[in-house]
């Protein structure tokens, strides 16, 4: 078997993620210990600037901007660069292919390495790889049971993946989990901090897979009394999860800081770094304490590391797939956690089993293993496919010609029932409109706090007020709602408080307060509104009207109320009074908002 010297690397995309990271770590080694000179061609036209300057230094890359959608996929697209890559391969004497992903690129890759002998290899990322590609049944099958013979090694990044696809055929499956440089991150930063008043930090791609858990850890870290976020990252939903944090009135609470290295030095400026699989790894060996959001589905949320769990974590690679998520009772029972996490010991486990610093060099051994695996399959796809230039529209596979054609190919003689039966369930799928389970790709989410009905500037604001006991009134200008439907409204009144009380008084552990009231309006009968069975969700007396009285907790940075209202009901305005007499309570912010219900 010839020695690999020169690899080409076969990508869809190059965001600023995991992936690159990964990848970035392969490349030192494979062109320093190895020598092994590396190209990698960027099949579409997304890029992330940052990355490719940082791939650049290890691989020859070659952009062909060809498209931004699956989609748009043609076969024609196909065979065309099937064409430029095997030419690429001949004037560059590539030996191996590498592919990233288990979408289109694999399926030009495998034509590609049939049609020059050369062996194959590909690193699936995580379990969406497994059920979606890109949640179609017909990409599913070409790659699971056409590509996978093709492929001299497939390698996954935690064992749980293993297990899960073991029982496709594919001729050998390794495990080669992440790794991060234990000497280079190693935080000697005094950690002793209360972290329930310091900035917290979402490190994460900003796609599809993610946005749901970092949507989810903004609203319950904001209702807990954290001090704000910081986001470091970018991606396809940036823009989305901005929007929602506008809309939400939180764009002071959260700061988005872009694509960055994740160095030790920006992870010192923070006690507890947020997110999904390598950067979970780095923050430990940085010895921060590190929270897991999960990705995809309903693993939104699994908490902070901690001896209990990081073996199971780990086992997942990180994701949190294999915790029950959090809802917000649970969240608050993990801040409780803070102070009884051994993050030396934690750091001991990444050394021992994740440590690029003693074990990269076994990183890549793989190369001495790959060798050209025939697939006869693939090499009659293509001769198939080569007769059908133009004659089949886009998407292709999902075209009812190309399918015939696969129908063709699997019920030959020469090819196992197992393939049939595959092939009769992908069918059946795609009849059904069967699409694999990832509900970030069905529908969106949204935060659910503090959503205005109204736009921010008409909402009510209020910075730095001082509440005495005669009172402050404040006037609500129109909220427009539809009056004639029968939905209900939400009403927010959100408190940000600090230096509250005199230290006696605080020593005391006094409760102390504000009394609401509120002016209600009917917009049907255009009068103000008397007590009535239609508004039961407030308090009413003769002497204080329609009040709420809200007992401040020490413990807490922020307090409020909730009030559902009919549509027809609006509040013209608030009063807020202290409770007690020669008691002032200064306000940091007082916001008003409205949701429907």
Not at 9 to 34: A, C, F, P, Q, Y
Request: aromatic share 12%; with cysteine.
């Amino acid at each position: 078997m010839p020695v690999i010297r020169q690899i080409l690397i076969l990508t869809n995309s190059i965001d600023m993620g995991g992936r690159e990271t990964r990848l970035l770590e392969e490349m030192k080694v494979l062109t320093s210990k190895s020598k092994i000179s590396l190209h990698l061609i960027n099949m579409f036209n997304n890029k992330s600037k940052r990355a490719t300057e940082l791939l650049s230094e290890y691989a020859l890359i070659t952009d062909y901007n060809l498209s931004s959608e699956v989609s748009d996929i043609s076969i024609d697209f196909v065979i065309d660069t099937v064409a430029r890559i095997v030419s690429y391969c001949h004037l560059h004497n590539i030996q191996a292919l590498y592919i990233h992903n288990s979408d289109i690129e694999a399926l030009i890759g495998s034509f590609v390495a049939q049609q020059l002998k050369i062996p194959i290899f590909c690193t699936l990322h995580g379990k969406g790889m497994v059920f979606s590609n890109r949640l179609n049944p017909v990409l599913h099958f070409i790659f699971y049971y056409l590509i996978a013979p093709s492929l001299s090694l497939l390698i996954t990044m935690s064992y749980s993946l293993k297990d899960v696809i073991i029982k496709y055929p594919f001729s050998k499956v390794q495990v080669l989990p992440n790794l991060v440089d234990t000497e280079y991150f190693n935080c000697k930063v005094n950690r002793d901090v209360d972290i329930s008043i310091e900035k917290w930090v979402i490190v994460s791609r900003l796609s599809i897979e993610k946005y749901v858990g970092i949507l989810k850890f903004i609203e319950y870290a904001y209702l807990s009394g954290i001090k704000g976020i910081d986001i470091v990252g970018d991606g396809t939903l940036t823009d989305f999860i901005k929007s929602e944090v506008m809309e939400c009135g939180l764009d002071s609470y959260v700061t988005f800081l872009g694509e960055r290295n994740v160095t030790s030095e920006l992870l010192n400026q923070y006690a507890v770094v947020v997110g999904v699989g390598r950067v979970i790894l780095e923050a430990i060996a940085n010895q921060n304490l590190a929270f897991v959001i999960g990705t995809g589905g309903n693993e939104f949320m699994s908490g902070f590391v901690n001896e209990e769990n990081i073996s199971e974590l780990a086992y997942e690679n990180f994701t949190g797939r294999n915790l029950k998520s959090l809802d917000y009772e649970g969240f608050q029972q993990q801040l409780g956690l803070v102070g009884k996490i051994k993050v030396e010991k934690l750091r001991q486990f990444v050394v021992d089993n994740h440590s690029s610093t003693y074990l990269l060099e076994e990183y890549v051994d793989y190369i001495g293993d790959v060798e050209f695996q025939d697939n006869p399959l693939i090499a009659d796809l293509y001769s198939s496919i080569s007769h059908f230039r133009g004659a089949v529209s886009t998407p292709f596979y999902l075209r009812n010609s190309f399918i015939s054609l696969l129908e063709n190919l699997v019920y030959s003689d020469f090819y196992t029932t197992n393939l049939e039966r595959a092939f009769i369930l992908m069918k059946s799928r795609l009849e059904n409109k069967f699409m694999y389970p990832n509900s970030n790709h069905q529908k969106k989410y949204h935060l659910k706090i503090n959503r205005p009905v109204l736009k921010g500037d008409n909402l009510l604001l209020c910075n730095n007020l001082e509440f005495r006991k005669e009172g402050t009134i404040f006037k609500i200008s129109n909220y427009n709602h539809d009056i004639n439907s029968n939905k209900s409204y939400i009403v927010f009144l959100h408190f940000h408080h600090k230096n509250l009380v005199e230290k006696e008084k605080e020593k005391e552990k006094e409760k102390y307060g504000v009394l609401i009231q509120l002016t209600l309006y009917n917009l049907l009968s255009c009068s103000k509104v008397i007590p009535s069975s239609e508004v039961n969700y407030i308090s009413h007396n003769q002497k204080l009207g329609f009040h709420r009285i809200l007992y401040f907790d020490y413990d807490k940075l922020r307090d409020g109320i909730k009030l559902i209202l009919p549509s027809n009901i609006a509040i013209t305005s608030i009063k807020i009074s202290s409770l007690k007499t020669g008691l002032n309570i200064n306000i940091d912010k007082l916001h008003v908002w409205t949701t429907y219900e």
